[in-house]
């Protein structure tokens, strides 16, 4: 009995010690928090909408964190998963009425200076955290009019400590789901 207390002792330890090293929480499933981003939203009236927690919601309501971009011609050369965390910018140069497949003329500007331009996919929507309202708002970007898109970050981010999640909000300091100050990362 006093051997199985000292081994349940050592045990109890070894996961206390080894708890209080770990960076952040682990979730069942290797689960990981997805990234945050703050993005600016102008409309072809001049209105603008800043949404936090934001991200791409396709038509199916997948929650992305990066969007679908054609190069080339408006049928697309090339078609590839755009990472959200490498943009700052897309303007919308097109109308939509005359892309019926989801795809607008756009130009795009990336964290590491390059613009270029192309089609983006229009068919979902921005989801997030509306600044004006405090409540989760959707924009739809084939039908609201959108002109412009700007994340707001420079491609660098910070991490919660505690948890794990990733910001690329550069107005917050804290972590909003356990209010851990949040520290900078090298991108």
Avoid at 8 to 31: H, R, Y
Avoid at 147 to 175: M, V, W
């Amino acid at each position: 009995m006093k051997l199985m207390k000292a081994v349940l002792s050592v045990l109890f330890l070894i996961l206390t010690i080894s708890l209080s090293a770990q960076e952040q929480i682990s979730f069942p499933g290797d689960l990981e928090y997805d990234p945050f981003y703050a993005m600016r939203i102008t409309d072809s009236d001049g209105n603008r909408y800043i949404l936090h927690n934001a991200s791409y919601i396709s038509p199916e309501g997948e929650v992305k964190y990066f969007v679908w971009f054609r190069r080339g011609t408006d049928k697309g050369l090339a078609e590839y998963p755009l990472d959200l965390y490498k943009v700052l910018k897309f303007e919308l140069t097109g109308n939509y009425e005359v892309y019926p497949d989801g795809y607008t003329p756009c130009r795009v500007e990336l964290s590491s200076g390059s613009v270029f331009d192309g089609y983006l996919d229009t068919t979902g929507y921005l989801g997030g955290i509306d600044e004006d309202f405090g409540v989760y708002g959707k924009i739809y970007l084939q039908y609201n009019g959108v002109k412009s898109i700007e994340l707001i970050h420079d491609g660098s981010y910070s991490r919660c400590p505690f948890c794990g999640a990733l910001f690329y909000d550069q107005n917050l300091t804290e972590c909003p789901f356990d209010n851990t100050v949040l520290t900078a990362q090298n991108p």
